[in-house]
């Protein structure tokens, strides 16, 4: 298996250097995000970071942890980093947290309170009408 990694990883490279289309590309994603009074921090990472993550919503949540207990983004992108790494990420990875302000994050309530549902607002609405075809059924 070793060799055949290996051989792959050649033909990978011989077909980047011949100018040949190959799996790896050097196009980066790149989406425009017009800055507002409530954005705190920006995350800047390559895929081998956002790869482990489900999704883009649990590191920002983790990051604004850090930030509220320390307020150095330095030190948060290298927890962040610290994540991929235990998440068994199989690529490089790039952190880079960029501060928009000098204070740190405030504590978010969501419209739950404290906690909010495991369940999606779609979710929720799909069990609110069974409960209320059932309560129907039951007069």
């Known amino acids: 298996m070793a060799d055949r990694l290996?051989?792959?990883?050649v033909t990978y490279a011989a077909v980047f250097i011949a100018g040949i289309a190959g799996p790896l590309t050097a196009e980066p994603e790149v989406t425009?995000?017009?800055?507002?009074?409530?954005d705190e921090f920006l995350i800047l990472a390559c895929d081998g970071f956002w790869d482990v993550f489900k999704t883009s919503q649990r590191a920002v949540e983790l990051a604004r942890c850090a930030l509220m207990r320390h307020n150095d983004p330095q030190m948060c992108a290298q927890q962040l980093l610290k994540d991929a790494l235990d998440k068994h990420t199989s690529d490089n990875v790039t952190v880079i947290v960029v501060c928009f302000g000098d204070e740190p994050p405030r504590r978010r309530l969501s419209q739950y309170g404290r906690f909010s549902p495991s369940v999606s607002s779609q979710g929720l609405n799909v069990l609110a009408a069974a409960l209320d075809q059932d309560d129907r059924c039951m007069q």
């Open 32 to 38: 425009q995000h017009y800055l507002h009074a409530q």
């Open 6 to 9: 290996v051989s792959t990883h």
